[in-house]
């Protein structure tokens, strides 16, 4: 989940929040990633708008490249040909690693 921008940092942030009950490097750790999430945000938000959106296309690009070498589209297709049945060739869905 680390690729995404809301589940995976979410577990980041949470995970380090629990460690950091019982150890000093953890609160450590999450003081400075907070501090470094925060400035990315204050950075983000003075950006122009192109660059916010081009920001937000890279992260969707991310999403959709992991979920197709995940090979997350390859099940899709195999449940849409089974229920449709368009017989379409659609294996370039298919990831490379499986």
């Not at 949470?14 to 460690?19: D, E, F, H, Q, R």
């Not at 009950?21 to 122009?48: I, N, P």
């Amino acid at each position: 989940m680390i690729p995404y921008p809301g589940p995976g940092w979410l577990v980041v942030f949470a995970g380090l929040a629990i460690l950091a009950t019982e150890f000093a490097f953890a609160q450590k750790l999450l003081t400075y990633a907070r501090g470094k999430y925060d400035k990315w945000v204050e950075w983000l938000k003075r950006q122009h708008l192109a660059v916010r959106f081009l920001v937000l296309a890279f992260t969707g690009l991310v999403v959709v490249m992991t979920i197709w070498l995940l090979n997350g589209f390859g099940v899709l297709r195999l449940i849409v040909e089974a229920v449709f049945d368009f017989g379409v060739d659609w294996e370039w869905v298919d990831s490379p690693l499986f």
